[in-house]
């Protein structure tokens, strides 16, 4: 309001001192004017009454006579010389001093007349003055004639109060006028203010709601105030719209399960749900405080920091009160927000654990039977001198090898999913794949498959992971090859470029379907193929499985009857395991 008040006022003295200042141009132009149009009537006045003198003096003329007859207007003879003969004023003529070099004289005498204000020190007062030469039969004389100036002023002086009363007349209107436009002006425009305060607190008018309409005013500031309540309206469902979104936003996120809070560029707290709360064991006035009043877990310190100042996500598992969670960490777009989500992988996390133990448990009791089984299957086919008999005791053979090998790979997976620490040592890749053509060099010869290596290089891992992870690849590409098929096994180094392993084949190929399942335990793309081939379904999870421990990036293509390849990328150095 005060601003509003200081506005008005602002505008009132503007106005006021532009009207006045107008007035007073306008007052003194025309005194100005009056006063020029007074001292040229009375410029006129004295040529005239000096030209008519000129006419009428003669050689015979009574000088002394003549001069009386001026009336108002001063009427002066002079000789030639200067010396003054008559004048119209009472004066001592001999104590008159020469009048020659008087400019309106001289002008006279120049042949250029012209009047002149000036002040006589006879009279005491200033003058017009005005001159011209009368020529005689033997000489000449000059006729001055002369009017006072305060005469001349003497309209001006009487209109003078007139002028002053009529200016004060004047303000006084404007004065009025101006203040009733100004009010005019000023109070749609509080109205305005009360509207758009109205409309922040949430209150807004439809037409013909508002009880002091703007009857009267200007229609220029009528469409405004109603366009502002135009405006309120659509704003106010705006915002109802957008607080019902929230309302419902605000339901769905206290009440999901998940912990999500958001955090602005300073760290602090911007929005919390209940789940949150409950997590951290903390209160709904944490909001608005920094981070550290909900945790001081240097791994959610260093993720949300990278957040906020680099953009870039995490996903990282957290202990809290003895439960685990996994944890998200994502800028959101646009935004200067970041978000924290918490889920609740404790029972999973319990659940897989129960699975290892028991995958890893079953496994360790079925070898030791299953060795017992092959055992006595050689001592039997050693004994054995019955040949009916033999085809069985080798298939049982057989069976028992096949058990083993997947009892194998079991407790390798179970190794690998438990494995905490790592000892890892350069390997040549070359010398591996070498090493692995040689224990597969029957499956390749009866095949006919041609096998062929490209590169070399060296990575950090344990033996026995690289080893097991370039026996699965080669092995699955000879096992799932066609008769005088093709093994290609490159090894890429650059020192711009990650070092990568690349197994390829021409053989069955895997179709589009099956590849999103193919590293799943025991999933196998055709169980009959893959049984009489002697797979154990485990192998490329072995694979997958290794690559999660040393952070390298695992991909496969694969077309259907075309043949596969899979890379193996080494883009990460090697990562510690918690």
């Given amino acids: 309001m005060k601003q509003e008040l200081s506005m008005r006022r602002q505008l009132f003295f503007y106005i006021i001192m532009i009207i006045s200042a107008g007035l007073f141009g306008f007052f003194g132009v025309s005194i100005y004017t009056a006063h020029t149009n007074n001292i040229n009537f009375a410029k006129d006045t004295v040529m005239e009454a000096a030209r008519i003198c000129a006419n009428l003096f003669t050689d015979k003329t009574d000088t002394v006579s003549f001069v009386q007859a001026g009336n108002d207007t001063r009427i002066t003879i002079l000789t030639s010389d200067g010396k003054v003969l008559a004048d119209s004023r009472p004066l001592d003529m001999n104590k008159i001093e020469n009048h020659l070099r008087r400019p309106e004289?001289?002008?006279?005498?120049?042949?250029?007349?012209?009047?002149?204000?000036?002040?006589?020190?006879?009279?005491?007062?200033?003058?017009?003055?005005?001159?011209?030469?009368?020529?005689?039969?033997?000489?000449?004389?000059?006729?001055?004639?002369?009017?006072?100036?305060?005469?001349?002023?003497?309209?001006?002086?009487?209109?003078?109060?007139?002028?002053?009363?009529?200016?004060?007349?004047?303000?006084?209107?404007?004065?009025?006028?101006?203040?009733?436009?100004?009010?005019?002006?000023?109070?749609?425009?509080?109205?305005?203010?009360?509207?758009?305060?109205?409309?922040?607190?949430?209150?807004?008018?439809?037409?013909?709601?508002?009880?002091?309409?703007?009857?009267?005013?200007?229609?220029?500031?009528?469409?405004?105030?109603?366009?502002?309540?135009?405006?309120?309206?659509?704003?106010?469902?705006?915002?109802?719209?957008?607080?019902?979104?929230?309302?419902?936003?605000?339901?769905?996120?206290?009440?999901?399960?998940?912990?999500?809070?958001?955090?602005?560029?300073?760290?602090?707290?911007?929005?919390?749900?209940?789940?949150?709360?409950?997590?951290?064991?903390?209160?709904?006035?944490?909001?608005?405080?920094?981070?550290?009043?909900?945790?001081?877990?240097?791994?959610?310190?260093?993720?949300?920091?990278?957040?906020?100042?680099?953009?870039?996500?995490?996903?990282?598992?957290?202990?809290?009160?003895?439960?685990?969670?996994?944890?998200?960490?994502?800028?959101?777009?646009?935004?200067?927000?970041?978000?924290?989500?918490?889920?609740?992988?404790?029972?999973?996390?319990?659940?897989?654990?129960?699975?290892?133990?028991f995958f890893a448990n079953a496994s360790h009791e079925l070898k030791t039977p299953l060795t017992a089984i092959r055992g006595f299957s050689e001592l039997s086919a050693i004994n054995n001198k019955d040949e009916s008999i033999g085809k069985y005791i080798e298939s049982i053979s057989r069976e028992t090898e096949r058990m083993l090998s997947l009892v194998g790979d079991m407790l390798k997976l179970s190794e690998l999913e438990n494995m905490r620490e790592l000892s890892p040592v350069p390997i040549n890749l070359a010398k591996t794949v070498n090493e692995i053509r040689g224990v597969l060099s029957t499956a390749i010869s009866e095949k006919s498959i041609t096998f062929e290596t490209e590169g070399d290089a060296v990575v950090k891992a344990e033996p026995g992971h690289i080893y097991e992870l370039v026996k699965n690849l080669v092995e699955n590409a000879v096992r799932y090859n066609n008769q005088n098929g093709k093994v290609s096994?490159?090894?890429?180094?650059?020192?711009?470029?990650?070092?990568?392993?690349?197994?390829?084949?021409?053989?069955?190929?895997?179709?589009?379907?099956?590849q999103t399942r193919l590293f799943e335990r025991f999933y196998r793309v055709e169980k009959s193929r893959s049984v009489k081939n002697g797979g154990t379904g485990l192998g490329l999870s072995i694979v997958k499985h290794i690559c999660v421990l040393y952070g390298w990036k695992l991909s496969l293509q694969s077309k259907l009857g075309v043949g596969t390849e899979v890379k193996v990328v080494f883009e990460k150095p090697l990562k510690e395991v918690q």
């Fill in 105 to 357: 004289i001289q002008a006279a005498a120049n042949g250029t007349p012209k009047a002149f204000i000036r002040y006589s020190r006879t009279l005491g007062t200033d003058l017009m003055y005005y001159a011209v030469k009368k020529e005689l039969d033997d000489s000449y004389v000059f006729i001055r004639t002369a009017i006072p100036i305060a005469k001349i002023n003497t309209y001006l002086y009487t209109s003078l109060p007139l002028l002053v009363c009529l200016f004060f007349i004047v303000s006084l209107l404007c004065f009025f006028f101006t203040r009733k436009i100004i009010n005019r002006i000023t109070h749609p425009l509080e109205s305005i203010e009360k509207k758009l305060r109205s409309l922040s607190n949430g209150v807004y008018w439809h037409y013909g709601d508002e009880p002091d309409t703007e009857t009267g005013t200007y229609d220029e500031i009528n469409k405004i105030v109603w366009g502002i309540n135009d405006v309120a309206v659509i704003l106010q469902n705006n915002f109802t719209a957008l607080s019902n979104e929230k309302n419902k936003s605000d339901y769905i996120l206290n009440n999901i399960t998940d912990g999500i809070f958001l955090v602005d560029e300073h760290k602090n707290i911007a929005f919390i749900n209940s789940s949150a709360l409950e997590i951290f064991n903390a209160n709904a006035n944490v909001s608005g405080k920094n981070l550290n009043y909900l945790s001081y877990d240097k791994a959610l310190a260093a993720a949300v920091d990278d957040s906020v100042n680099h953009g870039n996500k995490s996903r990282f598992e957290m202990m809290i009160d003895g439960r685990i969670y996994f944890t998200a960490v994502k800028r959101l777009p646009e935004t200067s927000l970041t978000m924290i989500a918490l889920s609740d992988v404790t029972e999973n996390r319990e659940n897989a654990k129960r699975r290892e133990e």
């Fill in 489 to 514: 096994v490159k090894i890429e180094s650059n020192e711009k470029e990650n070092m990568q392993l690349v197994v390829s084949d021409d053989g069955i190929g895997i179709s589009s379907e099956d």
